[in-house]
C-alpha cells in the first residue's frame, strides 16, 4: 500500500485532521515494549496493554503523518486514560491541530490525540506541544 | 492504594530506573519512533546533544508506571497527566521519579487525588515535571 504524504509544519492550519491510523499492538510489541521500560506489573500478565504503550503508537502515527523542522521538541503532553485495551485490539488513533503561533522567529504547534477502539470509543487523549524554530 | 490511606501531602513510593541505550532502542522498536537521535549515536554525536537521549515518552512512561504502582488499574481507567519536558534523559542516567499527593477533591463514590511529579537526573536536574490526576474508588 502507497504511504500517504506527509503534510509540512508550515502548510498545518488550525483544525487540520492529520489521517486517521489504524493499528493494533500485537503480544511481541507489547512484550518488547515491558522490556523497554523494564514494567514487571502483573497488571500486563493479562493481555491488557499498558497506556502508555497505546499512547506512544499514536505519537509515532503523528511523525508518520506530519513533517517538522529539524529543532522542533517535544516540550508538553498530556494524556488522558479513558479505558483499557487488550492485545490484538484494533484501534485508531485521531490527530488535529489545535494550537499554531508564531512569535517571532519561535513557533508553537498544539495537537489533540484521540485514539479509539471500534465506534470512537475513546481510550486515551491527550495534547502534544512542540516548540519549533 | 486505597483512599483512606490517603492524605494531602503525603509523598508516594519513589522509583528508579537506569538509562540503558539497549532499553532505548527497545523502546524505537516497540513504538515505531526511529528518529536517530535516540538509536544512532554516530548521528547524535554530531548533533548539539552530543550522544544519543531517550524517547521522552519512554521517561513518560517511567511516570505512568510510578502511577500504576500507587494506584493500580485505576490509573488505567482513570488516570491523567500533564506534564513538561525539561531536559533530556541519556543513555547511564539513573531517573528517580517522585511525587506527593496535593489535594484530593471528595466526590460521591469517586474522589479525584492531585498529584505534583517530578523525574529528575542523578544530578538533581528535572527531566519530567508536572501534575497528574486519578480517580479513586471511595
Redesign the interface.
Known amino acids: 500500500m502507497a504511504e500517504s504524504p506527509r503534510i509540512a509544519f508550515a502548510q498545518l492550519v488550525i483544525g487540520y485532521e492529520l489521517p486517521p491510523n489504524r493499528f493494533t499492538l500485537d503480544g511481541a ?2 512484550l ?2 515491558l ?5 514487571e ?1 502483573s ?1 500486563y500478565q493479562d493481555s ?1 496493554v ?4 497505546v ?3 499514536a ?2 502515527a503523528l ?2 503523518g506530519m513533517s517538522l523542522p529539524a529543532g522542533a ?12 485495551v487488550k492485545v490484538g485490539e484494533n484501534l485508531t488513533s485521531y490527530a488535529k491541530v489545535s494550537r499554531k503561533v508564531d512569535r517571532g522567529k519561535i513557533h508553537m504547534l498544539t495537537i489533540d490525540l484521540d485514539v479509539c477502539k471500534a465506534e470512537r470509543q475513546s481510550v486515551v487523549t491527550g495534547k502534544t506541544g512542540f516548540i519549533l524554530p | 492504594m486505597q483512599l483512606a490511606n490517603l492524605n494531602e501531602g503525603m509523598s508516594l513510593p519513589e522509583l528508579r ?1 537506569l538509562v540503558r541505550q539497549e ?2 532502542n ?2 524505537a ?5 526511529f ?1 536517530p537521535i535516540h538509536i544512532d549515536e554516530g548521528f547524535a554525536r554530531q548533533t548539539p546533544l552530543g550522544g544519543t537521549i531517550a ?4 521517561v ?3 511516570l ?2 510510578f502511577m ?2 500507587a494506584f ?2 485505576g ?11 525539561k531536559a533530556p534523559a541519556r543513555p547511564g542516567d539513573n531517573i528517580t521519579v517522585s511525587g506527593k499527593i496535593t489535594k484530593i477533591e471528595q466526590e460521591a463514590g469517586t474522589s479525584t487525588v492531585h498529584c505534583e511529579v517530578l523525574c529528575q537526573n542523578q544530578k538533581g536536574e528535572a527531566v519530567i515535571t508536572g501534575e497528574t490526576k486519578v480517580k479513586v474508588k471511595g
Do not use: C
Open positions: 510489541t507489547v518488547t515494549y522490556r523497554a521500560v523494564e514494567d506489573s497488571l491488557l499498558p497506556p502508555m504503550a499512547a506512544a503508537r505519537m509515532a511523525g508518520e521538541i517535544h516540550v508538553s503532553q498530556e494524556f488522558e486514560f479513558l479505558g483499557t | 530506573k532499553s532505548i527497545l523502546y522498536q516497540a513504538s515505531g519512533d528518529n524517547h521522552g515518552m519512554l513518560l512512561a517511567y505512568s508506571q500504576t504502582a493500580g488499574q490509573w488505567l481507567t482513570g488516570g491523567s497527566l500533564n506534564v513538561r519536558f
